[in-house]
């Protein structure tokens, strides 16, 4: 047990820290508008950069312009990376889940089509699930794609899509749709690729609880696609996206944000009970360990995911506590930290209160996080049914037609 | 795949930069399933219920010869001292096994805290005289420090050495019954230190106290003039207290997290199992995520402790923050697990028959032997304060 690589790990890793000191030296600097847009020609530049050099998606095989590489190489590329000042990555949804998603079905002409550019940086791709229906039931989307009458073959797509990342920089995103409301709802989706500049598309950012907005609405009038951007089989669209959705989980990343060290220095400086500092408060003092436990946990635990792959392993299940762990928490020691604040706790106004801005950006966001990617409850029955093996819930959808399904609203 | 973000909170542990080793060995972990086999065989509940049932009887006498025959009590101890000489992370996958089995044995008392504090402080006298026999199985130690209900300090602790004498009374002291060779806290000259005092000698009395958990026996130890041997240096008292305790939470750690897989285990195995409304109760969300919630738990436990494994094996300046963490995920863990494991089983959980209250008596009393979560939360903060302002 240690935490030094094998002499391949080490060789690679020597040559992905020289090949960044020759391209990633320049130092970015941040547009600073807080959802990734602004930043957007240099984010696209340095993902060109790297497809240049080999480096965008290094598991991807070299006929994708990948390296045919191991997990845990492109684990030491990140760690890599991530000591150099480089812009964001808004790629990783269209790298990470849509163009494989296509590519996995789609005939070569269309691979050929699009790989490239989305390696490269020149396109980006969104994935359009999620919808005001079924945010944890996707099964239960209800855009529809109906067969124009004309005969040409292509669909028509209407509806609407919601919480979709990146919408409003995306050139192309995949949707999945009702294709057949008469069949039970796992059995009557489709899924597609789309242009996200086609007639019909619309994107309006959703005014988020948090005052920001990092994610879209997508509605659909009409929207005319060919059969050829069919992804997978007609009305087997559940099981492509199940490909597309395995990746999620890994995707969305655990909290940021302010965690313990933030939380202890800031008790230093604010008064306590009895006059003393905050950080004396036994309360807190018990608190701060708590989290700092938790936090070392899932650092460990990351750390066991890597030797999984360092190994050649498939990481175990304990990688899928990370986010269920890592937001309850931002909300737990935001809110604390808040009220560490006393009645001055309440004034959420960085001018005022430059010290404890992170604290109120958690108190604000976690409750997004706790939803995104999996739900607390989501990610809890994932757990008991993948990881325990414990019976699915009992489903009283399961063998009704789509169109008969109760709904609510 | 993880992504930028996580890898760049992994490298924050200081060793960003490598791909990671943190797990057992194939070796280590056959060693696991050869210590699975030996305890299954050797320590079945009805094992451990002949401690628990029988006042009288203070361990089992059989399995304690048994691991001395496996090496087990010499497992880290160096070959020179009869020892495998194996190193901590091979005691740390035994330290495991016992804990799922709530092994009825001195274990804790000898191997984690007697052994680990002579090669720790002993000098070579010590050290040639008190480890071959840890190893051999001739020697079963433990450790003195509480004298009443609360926290000790320096300012409560009242036994005293004087002319290399010790006076005083210690309670509760697990295994003291039985114990050879203890390790006792009291003051000399009015500074702490720690003290080996050989309780079958002169000048000892003990008697028997009725514990939470009888698999692991407690005595109150009362001392009239019994000779008494510094270990370590004069006045470190409490420093090398906090130390040896260290190393022991490190192992202790596996024990809990042994403890609180096989209660989840036990919760699954009877939730599948138990029907109630027309359906097994594990297809109840309230059961399920009971269950991911321990899950969660158990396995942010056991991360720590494998940090901890790696500190302790090591000898990493590490060892305070990861020995703390390490026992205050793996208290609660244990805790959790065995009190939600009984809350699964419904109205036969609360039965003597069922075996889920021996796990947790055991969790009350790993969590309560070196000190409670509360006192290692705050010497958990007490080290982040002086390390963040360093």
Redesign the interface.
Known sequence: ??????PE?AAY?AQVKAWLEVNAAKPFVADNDGEGGGSMAASKAWQAKKAAGGFAQI?WPKEWGGQGGT??Q???F??????HPVPP?PF?IGL?MCVPTVATFADQATKDRFVGPALRGEEIWCQLFSEPSGGSDVAAARTKAVRATDGSGDWIISGQKVWTTGAQFSDFGIVVCRTNPEAPKHKGLTMFWLDMHAPGVEVKPIHQMSGGSGFNEVFFTDVRVKDSQRVGALDDGWKVSLVTLM?ER??V??A?GAG??EF??AARSVPGLDGQAA?KD?SL??K???W???A????????????????GQTPGP?SS??K??SALQMQDLGNTAVEMLDQFGIIDDPDLAPLHAAFHTSVMFSPGLRIAGGTD?I???I???R????????RVDKDVAFKDMPTGR | ?????????????G???????????DEQKFLKTEARKFLDANCGSDKVRKVLDDEANSHDEALWKGVAAQGWLGAAIPEAFGGLGLGH?ELCIIAEELGRAVAPIPFASTVYILAEAVMLAGDDKQKAEILPKIAAGQLIGALATSEGPGVLSAATLKATVSGGKLFGMKIPVTDGDIADLCIVMAKENGQPGLFLVHLNGDGVSRAAVKTLDPTRDAAKLTFDGAPAERLGAAGEGFALLDQILDRAAILMSFEQCGGADKC?EMA?AY??ERYAFG??I??Y?A???K???M??KN??????A??G??AL??DAPEIPS?A??AR??AS?AFWFASKENIQTHGGIGFTWEMDCHLYYRRSRQLSLVIGAP?V???R??SH??RR?AA
């Open positions: 047990m240690d935490f030094n690589d094998t790990e890793r598991t997990p845990i492109q684990v030491i990140n760690q890599e990376e991530a000591k990555n990783q990470g990746n890994l995707a990343g655990g940021s313990w060290q202890m220095e950080l036994a003092r018990e701060l360990a708590d700092y436990v938790q070392e946990g899932l650092k460990h635990t990351r750390n066991r995911t890597m030797t999984a792959l360092s190994r304990e506590i990370g269920i762990v409850e990610l809890k029955n757990i008991a049914e990881v325990l093996g414990m019976p699915g819930d009992i | 795949m993880l992504t930028r973000e996580e890898t760049y909170e992994a490298g924050k542990t060793r960003i930069g490598h791909a990671m080793n943190f797990d057992f060995s992370l989840l699954k939730a599948l359906r097994v594990a297809s969300q059961i399920k995520h269950l991911a919630d899950y969660v396995e942010l436990a056991r991360s720590n494998y940090y494994a790696w094996n090591t990861a703390s963490a205050i995920a609660e509360r290692w939360k705050e958990l903060v982040l304060e963040n």
